[in-house]
């Protein structure tokens, strides 16, 4: 039977501890994460997987940092890298892990890496610092980089600008690093697009917008080398009786990709859907997560379970999950946990078998 750890990246400052990776043995009957160690590193905005499975990468104050997962799923420190900026909020690899992609929030920023065969961050391969106002609004005025992702086909990078209401597509040069812009996918103004998945064939791409509480789905070709983006949903993550000042904040897949999970802070709830073959959401529930600001939420791997990330009221909460009938029921006390971010269930090593993402 697969086992799992997950993992769980969190802000240190204003905390009496250093720990900004918190890791937990998971037990997937009882739907709870159980301590098995923790990482000492500063403000762990994000953090990500590498593809093959076998590093680490979490964003710090200075910059980002390099793990190796040994095989009980504990990281072990390898290097730090400077981003040259301000410290990032989303990082991820391309499908080949030659490259580290950062985002940055506060600074507009985006950053290239490369990576070392053994995983390790090397030098900045690509700078762009973005430019430009956007609507004269508290959080969306200039530009917030929130999100950065490569196509599942690893020929272009997906960058969320929530401050500028639009995602802006580049073309990865595989041999240097760098990036052109070939493409923008334009959102309504003052709408925020934050977080950007794919399907598991790559062909739908979904976009949640923070501040208008929604998911825009998206096909996607290439069609003479160039990248094609054609809407086809727009859905909410909010019931028509919300709490006012909602902000939708996490998009995850389960890790069959059947279930695209989303939340929301203010009206503290959590959002599934089934993704069906066309690429359409069909919302099976919209219930709270008993939790204030639930930052990030995920499906258990079975399905059964789901965890909700409160950074607010510090702590997780956890539900058992009946996808058919649509209802969450909490089946644990809460697990206290300091400002907490983002949370990765990680597969195992089995026989030193290393499962990578998909």
């Known amino acids: 039977m697969e086992k799992y750890v997950a993992y769980i990246s969190a802000y240190t400052s204003g905390s009496k501890e250093n720990h900004g990776i918190k890791v937990y043995d998971v037990d997937m009957e009882r739907g709870i994460l159980i301590p098995k160690g923790d990482v000492v590193i500063t403000n762990s905005s994000y953090a990500t997987v590498s593809r093959n499975g076998r590093y680490l990468y979490s964003i710090t104050d200075f910059g980002v940092e390099s793990f190796k997962i040994e095989e009980d799923g504990m990281p072990t420190l390898m290097n730090k890298a400077s981003i040259n900026g301000m410290r990032g909020c989303y990082l991820s690899t391309d499908f080949e892990d030659r490259f580290l992609f950062c985002g940055g929030y506060h600074d507009g920023k985006l950053t290239v890496l490369k990576l070392g065969e053994d995983g390790t961050v090397g030098e900045i391969a690509e700078e762009i610092f973005h430019k430009g106002l956007g609507s004269v609004a508290e959080r969306n005025f200039r530009p917030h980089i929130n999100c950065v992702k490569m196509t599942k086909d690893n020929k272009y990078l997906l960058e969320a600008d929530l401050g500028m209401d ?33 399907s598991l064939n790559g062909k739908f791409v979904y976009i949640v917008h923070e501040l208008k509480n929604y998911i825009d789905v998206y096909t996607y070709n290439e069609i003479r080398d160039m990248p094609v983006f054609e809407k086809i949903q727009k859905i909410s993550t909010l019931n028509p009786d919300h709490a006012s000042a909602s902000a939708a904040s996490a998009l995850t897949f389960s890790e069959d990709y059947h279930y695209l999970v989303s939340s929301n802070a203010g009206d503290n709830s959590v ?23 639930p930052k990030d939420a995920a499906l258990f791997p079975d399905n059964r379970h789901l965890v909700s990330v409160n950074q607010d009221s510090n702590n997780m909460t956890f539900f058992t999950v009946n996808l058919e009938k649509g209802y969450l029921v909490m089946c644990a006390k809460p697990l206290e946990v300091d400002q907490p971010n983002t949370i990765i269930f990680y597969r195992l090593p089995e026989n030193g078998e290393y499962f990578g993402k998909k």
């Open 166 to 198: 639009h995602v802006n597509v580049y073309r990865l040069d595989h041999a240097t690093g760098k990036l052109k812009m070939v493409d923008v996918i334009r959102s309504e103004q003052e709408s925020g697009p934050r977080h950007i998945k794919f």
């Open 271 to 293: 959002a599934i859907y089934e993704a069906e073959k066309d690429g359409m959401l069909r919302k099976i529930l919209i219930l709270p997560t008993a939790g204030e600001y």
